[in-house]
Structure formats: structure tokens, C-alpha cells
Nanobody, 124 residues
Framework: QLQLVESGGGLVQPGASLRLSCAAS????????IGWFRQAPGKEREGISC????????RYADSVKGRFTISRDNGKNTVYLRMDRLKPEDRAVYYC?????????????????WGQGTQVTVSS
């Protein structure tokens, strides 16, 4: 069973940085495209970034472009989401997921189960 485990969230002040990790359990991430999603209180889950299996393609939602950076280390079987200049509106539970493709509509190509996510809170 494909299982992804998110970690690295926390409570930070506006303007701070965090790095989230998405670790694979029971399988090798090398051949999978991976996306990051988030769900804020009272809102639907949204896709915010994806990375292709070979790291050639990355995509970002407009709300995080220029502030967030997705990367992967296949040797560590982990995908990362570096979040800089965090804003209060970035507060959400963040999830990673396997994708069929890191294309324009990557948000619709998720497959597999959701993990437990990691909570990010940005507050002064």
C-alpha cells in the first residue's frame, strides 16, 4: 500500500520559513509524480504545487508562487516543500499525494489515500 507521511509543520510568525517533508513508506518515490495540497479551515482542499518524478517539471499555485519551492531527494525517498515569507492565510493542514501527472490540472490527477497531514499555523 502506498503511504506518504507528512511532517515539518508548526506554529510560526508571519514572514518566517518552514520546510515540510513528505516521506514514502513501503515503496520507492522515484517513479512517482508528487503534489502538495492544503486545506484551510472551512475551505476545500487545494493543490498548491507538484513535481515530476525526474524533477524536470514543477508547478505552483499563484497564491504560493515565488514563496514556496518544491524539491525531491529520491535517495532519501522524500519530497520537500520549502515555504518562505509565510502569511497568516497560509494556515492550513498540508498534505502530499501521488499524482498521475504533474500537468496543468495536476490537482485532478491525485490517486491513493490521503495521509494525516501536517498542520501549519502562521500567527503573531
Amino acid at each position: 500500500q502506498l503511504q506518504l507521511v507528512e511532517s515539518g509543520g508548526g506554529l510560526v510568525q508571519p514572514g518566517a520559513s518552514l520546510r515540510l517533508s513528505c516521506a514514502a513508506s513501503g515503496f520507492t518515490l522515484d517513479y512517482y509524480h508528487i503534489g502538495w495540497f492544503r486545506q484551510a479551515p472551512g475551505k476545500e482542499r487545494e493543490g498548491i504545487s507538484c513535481i515530476s518524478s525526474n524533477s524536470i517539471m514543477t508547478r505552483y499555485a499563484d497564491s504560493v508562487k515565488g514563496r514556496f519551492t518544491i524539491s525531491r531527494d529520491n535517495g532519501k525517498n522524500t519530497v520537500y516543500l520549502r515555504m518562505d515569507r509565510l502569511k497568516p492565510e497560509d494556515r492550513a493542514v498540508y498534505y502530499c499525494a501521488t499524482l498521475y501527472a504533474c500537468g496543468v490540472e495536476y490537482q485532478k490527477s491525485r490517486f491513493g489515500s490521503w495521509g494525516q497531514g501536517t498542520q501549519v499555523t502562521v500567527s503573531s
